[in-house]
């Protein structure tokens, strides 16, 4: 059903009391979880999860569950950009993740969420593609993120860009070896990381009401009128946003969204920093003022 | 290709405008006999035009909703729209693009007054020069309007943008292709409503509030244009 | 109940228009939103304005809202042994019971083609509609049935109280010049039956003209002049 986008007729319902809890509670400043407004859920990751990858990563926020998985090829480059390797980054809503998700090509929704993260991460050159070059205009390295979504607990996107960011910094690219005109790719040996030259966050932000939540549930998001989520690099620069659902924010709203947002964004990096730029003994990069 | 030069000595951009001008606009409703409302819009070099067939019967039933209409909306674009002929297929884009464009307009539609039943939108891109997206979601406005569905609001949106470090209002497409941001804003003007916002390039968050004054004032010249190009269509027969 | 006015009698409003503000009792139609006080358009429409009311008569729009009760004429669209689908211009189909035509339950074995075909126009009444069903129609009752002969035009579903007129002056005024027996349903379909085809001719004109020019005063007058002046010319032809 490419051809057209359709109004979901398979929303989740949530129950008429719980939607006048967490609206009570929202009143209050609380949430049915317990946080505050403005609070992420735990954050676990994992690298190397998927061994066979040449990176991944294994993420959870809360009780939603991502894991990206990174594949290298050695490939010619395309004619348009001789000098620069490729990125593809591709997500998948499969059945396992929830009732709702129907086996089959990537929907509007994988369609959006996977080319929102591509432009996080392609729009500030997070990775760069000019450092992706074996040999100029014959052979470069493709570098495929592909992204699941394991079990849906709300927030997919902060999810899976953590998840592919991770998986990113994780992977290693084969050793090259060039003797004149022959190149030799030895896939065993894993020698350089992949050129990532910085991480990049991004905050959901969900509106119930005149409510602003961060990292909704998926309670929370069966009832939010709309959700805006801004990405972030480390220095706090503005690298991608996308409101998502219908419904709208007023002006006021979208700078009290993107406030809240930011001020999201240096614990999000501590975590980041600690389970993985540390773990890989990355160093150098730090967050900006907020 | 080389990245030309966006913004000249004097300040002029690639096609001569200051960086808070429009483009020409061109707007017409009822373009069209057979769908129920239909408009053609112009922003430059951009053209659409847009149809809107119902409210209608849902099909197939299982997909309608109790309580409220569905919307079926398709953004796509002509294989001669582009300087390289564009495959007639749906790309991972205009998937995106369409759903955006559905959601978009559901924030406008009276949705409630409809149950069981659908509206079908959709948009053709016959010249692409940047901002298809937001010429789609004003010829779509229209076209409602025309179709007499009801709507909160007519939906006025541009781009707003930088090229070499200025922000600029309403991208052409080689401001689009080599600037440093491209972000479109639609709004529902009388509401107050931002109903798009996207944003793909880097802006701190200084440029990001001056880009969405900017935006705002584009936007309220555009909407001032849709509801003249309705009144002209009625201008003959008001009685003064 | 106070508050400020912002349009006057008969104004053409567009959508997101602000019409009033303030506190209004107006009863609640689609055609008017209301946001914290201030009530705007959400239709190209006439409004009508009056001491502390005000309406928004949409002008635009070909579909008909289905009400308990209307005569509609529909066209027989499908069929299958118990009764008939029946296209009302209405965003929902609607369904005639053989039942309802027959007076008595059908038997499996009949031939509901006899009595209505696809393609066929019949005026009905509706006899059950609400937000959760298909409008269901009824055939019983006087000068209900099959439209044999005559011609069925079409307006939209807004325009048909123009057509009418107040205290049926409009009508009566093309009933009297076109000489036309004029049976106008509630769903935007006309059906005449004329002496010849140069008053038919005459008739769809009119109506044509009532269409275009709905909103504007004296219209009936008009019309009446019109009609007059039309039926010199096919005289002096003649």
């Known amino acids: ?290 | 290709m080389q990245k030309p030069r966006l913004i000249s000595d004097d300040g002029k951009r690639t096609d001569g405008r200051r960086p808070d001008e429009l483009r020409q606009m061109k707007m017409e409703v009822g373009v069209l006999k057979n769908a129920d409302g239909s408009a053609l819009v112009e922003m430059g070099n951009t053209k659409v035009i847009s149809a809107v067939f119902g409210p209608k019967e849902m099909h197939p039933k299982h997909l309608a909703l109790p309580d409220r209409v569905a919307i079926r909306a398709r953004y796509h674009m002509t294989p001669f729209s582009t300087d390289e002929r564009k495959s007639p297929a749906p790309t991972r884009r205009e998937v995106e693009i369409s759903k955006i464009l559905r959601e978009t307009l559901e924030s406008s539609v009276i949705l409630e007054m409809f149950p069981r039943a659908e509206i079908d939108v959709f948009t053709e891109v016959i010249q692409a020069d940047a901002g298809t997206r937001l010429a789609s979601l004003i010829a779509s406005s229209l076209a409602l309007a025309d179709a007499g569905i009801p709507i909160k609001d007519l939906i006025a949106g541009v781009a707003v943008g930088k090229a070499d470090g200025v922000l600029v209002l309403d991208l052409n497409e080689q401001e689009d292709m080599w600037g440093e941001a491209d972000m479109p804003v639609a709004m529902m003007p009388s509401m107050g409503q931002v109903v798009l916002l996207q944003l793909n390039g880097t802006m701190s968050s200084d440029e990001f509030r001056k880009g969405l004054e900017m935006a705002t004032k584009g936007i309220e010249v555009i909407y001032n244009l849709e509801k003249e190009t309705l009144k002209k269509k009625f201008a003959e027969y008001s009685e003064e | 109940m106070s508050g400020r006015i912002y349009v006057h009698d008969r104004a053409i409003v567009y959508p997101g228009d602000l019409i009033a503000e303030g506190d209004f009792s107006v009863p609640w139609s689609p055609y008017i939103q209301r946001a914290h006080n201030k009530y705007y358009s959400t239709v190209i429409g006439l409004v009508e304005v009056k001491d502390n009311y005000f309406s928004v008569i949409p002008l635009k729009g070909s579909k008909y809202m289905p009400k308990v009760g209307d005569l509609v004429i529909g066209m027989v669209t499908d069929l299958d042994v118990l009764g008939w689908e029946i296209d009302i211009r209405a965003p929902y189909s609607s369904y005639l019971p053989a039942s309802s035509l027959l007076g008595r339950p059908v038997s499996p074995s009949e031939d509901l083609k006899r009595y209505l075909n696809t393609g066929d126009y019949v005026l009905c009444k509706i006899e059950a509609y609400d937000r959760s069903t298909n409008p269901i129609l009824s055939i019983k009752g006087k000068g209900l049935g099959r439209i044999s002969h005559g011609v069925v035009i079409e307006i939209s579903p807004n325009k048909v109280a123009r057509v009418i007129g107040k205290n049926k002056s409009m009508l009566n005024n093309l009933m009297t010049h076109t000489a036309c027996e004029i049976t106008v349903a509630q769903n935007g379909r006309i059906w005449a039956n004329c002496p010849s085809k140069q008053m038919e001719d005459l008739l769809i004109i009119a109506i044509e003209t009532i269409e275009r020019e709905s909103y504007i005063k004296g219209l009936t007058d008009k019309i009446s002049q019109m009609l007059k002046e039309k039926k010199g010319e096919f005289n002096a032809k003649a």
């Open chain 1, 1 to 290: 059903m490419r051809k057209l986008s359709i109004t979901p007729s398979t929303n989740h319902i949530v129950p008429l009391i719980k939607k006048e809890v967490i609206l009570s509670m929202l009143e209050r400043e609380t949430r049915i979880d317990g946080r505050k407004p403005n609070e992420y859920r735990p954050i676990s990751i994992e690298l190397g999860y998927a061994k066979k990858a040449d990176g991944s990563a294994s993420v959870r926020i809360g009780d939603t569950a991502v894991l990206a998985g990174v594949k290298v090829e050695d490939r010619e480059p395309f004619p348009d950009v001789p000098d620069q390797g490729n990125l593809i980054v591709s997500l998948e809503l499969p059945p396992i993740a929830h009732e709702s998700f129907e086996a089959g090509p990537p929907d509007e929704n994988a369609i959006e969420l996977s080319r929102v993260v591509d432009r996080s991460i392609r729009d500030p050159k997070a990775l760069d593609l000019s450092k992706l070059v074996i040999v100029p205009n014959k052979k470069v390295w493709n570098v495929w993120v592909d992204i699941y979504v394991i079990d849906y607990g709300g927030n997919i996107l902060d999810t899976s860009t953590v998840a592919a960011i991770a998986a990113l910094y994780h992977t290693k690219l084969p050793r090259v070896e060039i003797e004149g005109d022959t190149i030799k790719i030895l896939k065993e040996t894993k020698e350089a990381r992949l050129p990532m030259r910085f991480p990049v966050f991004s905050v959901s932000v969900g509106k119930i009401g005149r409510h602003l939540i961060l990292d909704p549930s998926t309670e929370e998001e069966g009832l939010v009128d709309c959700k805006i989520s801004f990405s972030y690099t480390p220095d706090l620069n503005i690298v991608g946003i996308q409101k998502m659902g219908n419904g709208g924010f007023t002006m006021a709203e979208i700078d009290a969204a993107e406030k809240v947002a930011r001020s999201a964004v240096p614990n999000l990096f501590k975590e980041f920093k600690t389970k993985v730029l540390d773990s890989l003994g990355v160093e150098g990069i730090d967050v900006g003022k907020v």
